[in-house]
């Protein structure tokens, strides 16, 4: 117990020491429209955030509340990724035809009904409210961030700023996950279960409304019919290595998270000494699950925040190459030290760090490389493959070794894929130099600072 609070306090502090330091990068930014555009997404975006994460400390408690079996938790759960990655790739694409902030909309009404539902005991009922939450989800994580692009290349922004308001982005999503499970948990011990569900919907309600009164519409291709967004996507994704590449990256380091997500804890409680688990009192569990959770959402912001540094000195598609690797790393202690408690947990908190600087690192790289038509479309391919790994590794009772080495194994191909993307980046910038002998390190500030040049290089290949 007193490691995991002082993992907290210590990395608090830190987190607070950084945070300072690169709040500097962000006031150099003076352009009012990007302060504009800032503050209107964000307030948006972690409204949306936080109507997902108040849900999930209660769920399965809930369920388990109305008498379901955890054979049956587990279908419900797997009925949320396999609608996410069926029907939520359908309803998410649709974003790019009928309008990003329409789907945004709609997210807040799937995810705001889904709520409702569990207000209900009844397995079918609850079943119904899975696949709507699934459906959500794609739309959480393709629409709202197709909507920013396509508002930021309109109001002709500079490119850090982008990267800026991303760092931002998720930099606050760890601070209101912290806030939301805290919320969560006064509903809940206030109300019961099903209050942090009200929460929810009380959040979704605020969202929407916001919505409607600041945010304007952007589409992709509105013209296209549906069946053209699809095809136009998938040829997007077949012609261009670059975007090939990155949903490789994408998928394969996502399906690792989720799949760690299932399986820290297990993990971690493994690693207790036998001894010490002996002479604990059974009442309070050896593993403080609130404290870790914390400090994993500090560690994420830590990661969010030294994005914003590492963009200073180069571009994502070359600091990301070694992040993964260190992602790989981390995931392969539970491997090779299963009982070595400390290490694991460190090693954990170094992933949590790593994700910090992924999700921000990827939606840069994404507003480079995908086409602005099919934007949506192309990000919810992306999920396809993640959803599927997750939900083979929900149906099957895999031993945590084999969960983990298969996940180092997706981390290392995402590596490999990161590694030729980044060569692929710099075979493009080369092709557009006047000068044939350009250095690397030029190449690399050229694709750090030329993304609109890049995005014309991508037409042509």
């Given at each position: 117990m007193d490691m995991f609070i002082f993992a907290l306090v210590f990395l608090i502090f830190v987190c607070f020491i950084l945070h300072l330091y690169t709040r500097q990068v962000e006031q150099q930014i003076k352009d009012p429209q990007y302060r504009v555009l800032q503050q209107i997404f964000l307030i948006v975006y972690l409204l949306a955030l936080s109507g997902d994460w108040v849900q999930g400390p209660h769920i399965y408690a809930l369920y388990e509340s109305y008498g379901i079996q955890k054979h049956e938790i587990e279908i419900l759960f797997i009925a949320g990724f396999g609608s996410s990655m069926l029907f939520g790739t359908i309803i998410a694409s649709l974003a790019d035809k009928y309008g990003r902030r329409n789907t945004c909309l709609l997210y807040g009404i799937l995810y705001g009904i889904s709520c409702v539902t569990k207000h209900f005991p009844s397995f079918q009922i609850l079943f119904i409210g899975r696949i709507l939450a699934g459906m959500?989800?794609?739309?959480?994580?393709?629409?709202?961030?197709?909507?920013?692009?396509?508002?930021?290349?309109?109001?002709?922004?500079?490119?850090?700023?982008?990267?800026?308001?991303?760092?931002?982005?998720?930099?606050?999503?760890?601070?209101?996950?912290i806030?939301?499970?805290?919320?969560?948990?006064?509903a809940a011990n206030t109300f019961?279960?099903?209050?942090?569900?009200?929460?929810?919907?009380?959040?979704?309600?605020?969202?929407c409304f916001l919505v409607v009164t600041t945010w304007?519409?952007?589409?992709?291709?509105?013209?296209?019919?549906?069946?053209?967004?699809?095809?136009?996507?998938?040829?997007?994704?077949?012609?261009?290595?670059?975007?090939?590449?990155?949903?490789?990256?994408?998928?394969?380091?996502?399906?690792?998270?989720?799949?760690?997500?299932?399986?820290?804890?297990?993990a971690l409680t493994g690693?207790?000494?036998?001894?010490?688990?002996?002479?604990?009192?059974?009442?309070?569990?050896?593993?403080?699950?609130?404290?870790?959770?914390?400090?994993?959402?500090?560690?994420?912001?830590?990661?969010?925040?030294?994005?914003?540094?590492?963009?200073?000195?180069?571009?994502?598609?070359?600091?990301?190459?070694?992040?993964?690797?260190?992602?790989?790393?981390c995931l392969s202690v539970p491997i090779f030290l299963p009982r070595a408690q400390v290490t694991m947990f460190t090693s954990f908190l170094v992933f949590e760090f790593c994700i910090?600087?992924?999700?921000?690192?990827?939606?840069?790289?994404?507003?480079?490389?995908i086409p602005e038509e099919a934007r949506a479309t192309v990000m919810n391919y992306f999920r396809i493959p993640l959803n599927f790994i997750v939900v083979v590794i929900l149906l099957k009772d895999f031993e945590l070794k084999v969960i983990f080495t298969s996940c180092v194994f997706f981390l290392g191909l995402s590596a490999t894929?990161?590694?030729?993307?980044?060569?692929?980046?710099?075979?493009?910038?080369?092709?557009?130099?006047?000068?044939?002998?350009?250095?690397?390190?030029?190449?690399?500030?050229?694709?750090?600072?030329?993304?609109?040049t890049d995005g014309n290089a991508n037409d042509n290949v």
């Open positions: 959500a989800t794609s739309i959480l994580f393709s629409a709202f961030e197709s909507w920013l692009v396509s508002e930021h290349r309109r109001r002709n922004l500079e490119s850090k700023t982008l990267e800026t308001i991303f760092g931002n982005a998720y930099f606050g999503n760890s601070v209101v996950a806030l939301s499970g805290i919320i969560a948990q006064i019961g279960y099903v209050a942090a569900f009200d929460t929810a919907i009380l959040i979704f309600v605020a969202m304007s519409e952007n589409y992709g291709d509105a013209h296209a019919p549906i069946s053209q967004s699809f095809l136009s996507a998938w040829k997007s994704i077949k012609s261009d290595r670059k975007i090939f590449l990155l949903g490789i990256v994408q998928a394969l380091f996502e399906a690792s998270m989720y799949v760690f997500v299932l399986e820290w804890t297990p690693a207790l000494d036998q001894e010490f688990i002996d002479k604990t009192d059974s009442k309070n569990p050896p593993i403080p699950h609130g404290y870790v959770f914390a400090t994993y959402m500090v560690a994420m912001m830590m990661g969010s925040n030294s994005f914003k540094v590492l963009c200073n000195y180069a571009a994502p598609e070359s600091f990301m190459r070694y992040i993964v690797i260190i992602a790989a790393a910090g600087v992924f999700w921000p690192a990827m939606a840069t790289m994404r507003s480079k490389y894929a990161m590694f030729l993307l980044h060569k692929e980046s710099l075979n493009s910038i080369h092709s557009l130099a006047p000068i044939n002998k350009v250095s690397i390190e030029q190449e690399e500030q050229m694709l750090h600072l030329s993304v609109s």
